[in-house]
């Protein structure tokens, strides 16, 4: 066991975790350089392609030290975004320390901060790494002088490193050795192994990943999932090494995985514990929390004949996604379809993705909204995530919405920018601190659902990319709830109807209004477009009715040309919706959605 | 129904004195390439003549025709004739330019058996004249019509632009009401339309073009067909009127009908049945290919039973032949028809669902109403 090492990189999204990774990987020579990519870890098209890692990955790194001594390094590969704060935390229960990267320019972020935080909850040693130092904006003092005011952590025990030309990668691999101190735990005691990750394979069914605290799994024992007390048999133990490989155990202090025969990754869940159901532990490793999704929003298929197969897809995706819930939902307008929650809004946007291209499904997603809560005048407390089952107003006697509080971290010069694009978002109780000179944290208390639109882009954006960002949920306030129906032709389109403050309703409506203007194409008739509140009209556009549509000439060079544009149609057609009897386009549906002119 | 079943040929002449403000039809300017052209088509017409062995109409349209001098429309002819065989009943129709109308010429087509001539007049007005930049005066117009009408042709017929800007009902009808007066079997009225490359084009980038807006359009397409059909002409193609059926045009129902058709020079567009192909757009390039014995294709397509399907409804929808009941399928498509039915867009007759003239104004998005 002493020649075990569990840790995690953790970092700001951006500041190459992956790219150490790969390196670490390329120096242990886990995979020759023949067979090597970057961003060997993340797999998925989609990572990628925006350099973030959704599914963390687990790699055993063998490591000779200079000494000759063997070493297992297991590298806990962790998600890099708060949506998936849950998994990271699992991840991290696994690990006696982590790299916390920092880079060289960009110094500590939000991120960096909320990650250090879930380091120390759990008692991690900290190896600070400043990594990019080969950038020629690299600023290794000031990024020193961070880490020492901002974290808390003695700078002399940095490393410097570029993942990217492979500088200290020795250095670190040393530290992990020297620094981070090997796994306890007693092999002869009963099974007690944390499940921080699954993924679903399609030929064995789910690969648990796991970290075993105590005692030892084998193949043929019997394990017991304990939150959920139920058990498999089995079929397969063993270690990461970008491919699986097998072994005839894992005990204490060991990373690895198991395969039990487990049909799916939602019949496990991340921060279980297993057991055996032999010899059973007394009691599950503490921190098991089952997670809840905090943004809600309904997919449709496009063709209202391909429900089943967005079932079928839906099913398929769950298999390796036990974060994202759905159920049946269906909407006048769009007829069947199914409400999901999920973490957070990359999230969704990653299985918005992931359905469109891998599973090859044309869908039609709602506006995204939050769980909110109405106390009715006869008592009951109602949980409401979809417009559709906003109650008779008149019952209400009073709602809340759920608040965070949000961390951002910036140079001090945005921070009149920042502040009114808070205050314009609802937040209250701001609070500003000076961790270092020239940078400001600044806390506000918001409503998660003026988060869950384009905070992130629009803060980017104004602090020119130097602001971060990173958030907790915190309570539910009361607040002045209204529900916004968008109507098409004096017809409710319902899946467009979305719950709003009272007070930025009108501001909505309207934007929503020409929003739609632009995107649904003109008909035969004039389209009214109008936004209401209960019976009331709050905002209202005007498509112009189509009087003529044929061209004047169909002959030998334009038959091949009007033909391709009539196939171009009929396609588009098939991606459009009739409300009443009005065509509305997918892209109107997706144009609704965004609040700002980019 | 006009189906010959035999296919149409088409030559295209490509040249013109000036260019046309809105025209994007191929053509250079000036004749000085002709002969070499000629011989280019003649050279095409041999390559082609074992799969297109007899024809039943030739077309001859540009660029501007009545261009070219008499020796070469002679050789065209005679050179056509000697590679293909051409029916008894062939109708030969050539397009003119009204300031090239002379008497000589007329008698000279005469004898080389056009039996059809069509006159681009597209506007007996002088202000509607120069804004389209023709070469030709309203005046030459009116002349030029009255020497076709008298030069004893079995048929001709006159091309008319409208959707000109300021143009109102009442205007275009009188238009309408002056070309009707020299007596024409055929009519062709075509909406002014901005197309891609052309100065008109960028000049309505600039906001230059003021036009008709489609409500405006709509009106002179309606008050246009009231009119025409009135006098006693049938509106058999969205842009197409004739003195009764037996004065469609034969040559242009065959591109409607599927019916194949070899189109020669520069930019022309043949089909076969099932696969169409079309010529390099560059007059040098043409040349070039011929020159070396070979095709001048640039690019072609062969056709899907869907992409048939969806042309015969494009085309059906814009002709009064309309399509046929069984050519709609698919889930709903009785509700779909119903509907259009409802809309006044269409009319079942027998066997044929048939184009209202209200439904020829959406006529290029009635195959994307009916189908699914």
Redo the contacts between chains.
Sequence with gaps: MKHIRNFSIIAHIDHGKSTLADRLIQYTKLVDDRQFRDQMLDTMDIERERGITIKSQTVDLPYVDDRGEEYELNLIDTPGHVDFSYEVSRALASCEGVLLLVDASQGVEAQTLGNLYAALEHNLVIIPVINKIDLPVADVGRVKTEIDNELGLDPDTAILCSAKDGTGIEDILRAIVDRIPPPTGDAEKPLTALIFDAHYDSFRGTIVSCRVFDGTVRQGDTIRLMSQGTTYRVEEVGVFRINREPQKELSAGEVGYIIAGIKTVSDTRIGETVTLDARPAPQPLPGFKDVKPVVFSSIYPIASDDYQSLLEALEKYKLNDASLVYQKDSSAALGQGFRCGYLGLLHLEIVQERLEREFDQSIIMTAPSVQYRFHLDDGTVLDVDNPLYYPDPGTIKSSEEPFIRASILIPERYVGAVMKLCMERRGVNSHMSYPTPGRVEITFDMPLAEVIFDFYDRLKSITQGYGSFDYELIDYRESSLVKLDILVNGEKVDALSILVHRDSARDRAVRICDRLKDEIPRQQFKIAIQGAIGGKIISRSTISAYRKDVTAKCYGGDITRKRKLLEKQKKGKKRMRIVGNVEIPQSAFLAALKTDDE | MNRTGHPGL?VHVPFCKTKCPYCDFYSVLGTEHAGKWLKAVLGEASLNSPEFPRFDSLYIGGGTPSLLDDDEVEGLIAGLRGVFRFDDTTEVTIELNPDDVTKEKLALYRSLGVNRVSLGVQSFDGDEVRFLGRRHSGRQAEEAARLVAEAGFAEFGIDLIYGLPGQTVRSWRKTLRLALSYGPAHLSC????VEGDTPFSRLAREGGLALP???R??KL?LGMSEYVTGQGFVHY???NFARGEQSVSRH?VK??QHTP?L?LGP?????SGRR?W?NHRNLDAYLGQLNSGSFAVEGS?TLSEE?MR??RL??GF?TMWGVELKELSGKGCANRLEDLQQ?GFVEVRGERIVTTLTG??????L??MV?E
């Design positions: 088409y075509y909406q002014l339309t807006d489609d409500a359009a709509a397409f193609e969205v842009s242009n591109y409607w058709y189109g930019s022309a567009h043949s089909f169409r079309w397509e992409q969806l042309e494009l085309f814009r809309k020829y104004l959406f006529a290029d998005r195959p994307l189908s």
